[in-house]
């Protein structure tokens, strides 16, 4: 009796055991079947939620890998095949942007270590130069693409310029840019007074002594005292928060430059893309019109009032 | 020849900028204009031939037929962007790696440096100081360059170019615009950081930059160079050579606006507004180089420079 209840179990456990080896390489086979389909990630439920769409090699899902992502679709799916040729753009208005980006970044970063007050600022900034890891590279940087964006700024404009972009239906979109340049220049010369040595505070001390002399709203300028303005009243001391550039202009010169100014010009730069979008995307390089071909404006009606539609 | 304070203008880390600007903004004068007169020989070739004009596909780069006129954005645009993204990431680190920002003492309010500099791309503005009172130089000025800049679009009538490098077809605009900007902009930027030296002294290229240098300048009010000396007499003899120059220059520039019958077309396009509007930029950005002139080349013939045409008890001019 024993002995056949031993060789029972020993069926039963051979049996069990047979059971086990083939589960245990039917989960090897899953495993490796889950593994095998890891090699094509993209059919993942987690890409697809990341990713949307399929992205074949279509023209199809070209376009849409433009269209459907959040940060591409400020690209048209098509542009004008003579477009992309950097000798018509130069590229300048894209290097503008993403200088400001670069910006952004470094600047976020300077700020995490920098207080705006008379007494840190400065050595502040001898801290970041001699002590924070990186610091002083960060500090060049954000110094050097300030400079960098000022003269792509103006050649984008001056591009622009040259091939006559600002023409209809652009017009508007250029007076965008032009308030775009504005702001690129006051965000470098706010930021020019933060680091609170000599050079910052004696070229802000010499642009804002110009403001004494605004016409009307200034202390020093043609009919300013006549309408009551003194160096505790006028535009200057609006700006500088006193009559001196001191801590209340360190800290306003900051908040511009930090926060003010980048959120207004981040509005512009939308708007200022979405009209290239929407004015019919880059100008050109357009087929050439000819002399001839000009037809005459109908009627008296100033031309700058005129109706879109009219020629 | 002073070698060394060329060296030393050229190479202040807050000059680099403009050092490359001196390279950048001639660069892209070129490559623009170079497009444009390779446009300008397109268009004479379609305006002698009406047929080729029908059938031409009018760009100056290569087409055939059966060629796709739209490219995709992915990838034939965004991997330029890329590519430039990556360079100038390049450019900006070595940059940045082998120049230190500038810092100098800590600020001190009683300590006044020989050159109060304003920041390099505010220096054509500072320049304008010397020949205008703060109150046109620092305030009028920038604010008609803006206002100035924005009206470009609805004063400039003339529908062709629009799209496309060409000089031929806008020759006004261009060379205005060129004067404007590479001449009294970036010029004057130049001048401002190169030029200008220790006490906005003008030190030629090569002369040494002396800290103690004094000039006497002989400046005289135009009135006090006529003879009128009575108050209410040198307002009405500025206003009346101010107006004078106003009427001369428009005058002139009416001239240059119609001038060949292409311009009188554009011409006859502009509503008076628009007329009024261009002349009053136009004259008044003139008015700039004038007084330079004004200042500058009496001097060159030892005659006492002009510093204010217009003197009265409220502001000069």
Known sequence: MPEENNQQAKKGLTALLGEAQEKAKALKEKALEEARALQEPEKTQLYRSMFRVKHDDTPRSRALGVLTNVFFHLHPAKINRDAVRYSFTWGMGGITFYLFLALTITGVLLMFYYHPTKVQAFRDILYLEHDVPFGKLLRNMHRWAAHLMIITVWLHMFRVFLTGSYKRPREFNWCIGVILMVLTLLLSFTGYLLPDDQLGFWAVTVGTNMARATPLLGHEGPFGPQLGMTPYNDVRFALLGGSIVDSNALLRAYIWHCVAIPLIASVFMGVHFWRVRKDGGISGPAPVMLESEIKEPKGPVPVVLRPSGMQ | ?317
Request: with cysteine; hydrophobic share 50%; glycine share 6%.
């Open chain 2, 1 to 317: 020849m002073d070698w060394h304070q060329i060296w030393e203008n050229a190479t202040k880390p807050d000059n680099i900028p403009i050092a490359a600007m001196l390279f950048l903004v001639p660069f892209y004068t070129w490559y623009g204009l170079r497009q444009a007169f390779h446009t300008d020989r397109l268009i004479a070739e379609l305006e002698a031939d009406p047929q080729k004009a029908k059938t031409h596909h009018r760009k100056i780069f290569p087409f055939k037929p059966g060629w796709e006129r739209e490219v995709h954005t992915w990838p034939y645009l965004m991997r330029i962007e890329f590519l430039a993204a990556v360079i100038v990431t390049i450019i900006l680190m070595i940059w940045s790696i082998t120049l230190n920002a500038p810092l100098e003492e800590p600020a001190n309010p009683n300590l006044t440096p020989n050159e109060s500099r304003a920041p390099w791309y505010f220096v054509g503005l500072q320049e304008m100081l010397v020949y205008f009172d703060p109150w046109i130089a620092g305030v009028l000025m920038p604010t008609l360059i803006i206002i100035g800049l924005m009206v470009i679009p609805y004063i400039d009538t003339n529908p062709l170019g629009n799209g496309y490098y060409t000089f031929r077809q806008r020759r006004i605009a261009i060379l205005g615009f060129c004067f404007g900007f590479l001449v009294l902009w970036v010029g004057m930027v130049m001048v401002g950081t190169f030029i200008r030296g220790p006490g906005w002294i003008w030190f030629w290229p090569g002369e040494t930059w002396d800290h103690n240098a004094l000039v006497f300048e002989v400046n005289r009010d135009l009135p006090d160079l006529v003879g009128i000396t009575s108050t209410p007499g040198k307002f009405i003899f500025g206003g009346l050579v101010v107006g004078l120059y106003y009427l001369a220059t428009g005058y002139a520039l009416h001239r240059l606006m119609s001038i060949t019958e292409f311009h009188r077309k554009i011409y006859r396009r502009l509503s008076l507004l628009q007329y009024l509007t261009i002349q009053a930029f136009a004259i008044t950005m003139i008015g700039l180089p004038v007084k330079m002139l004004l200042r500058h080349l009496p001097r060159a013939f030892g005659l006492p420079a002009i510093k204010y045409i217009w003197v009265t008890p409220w502001f000069n001019v």
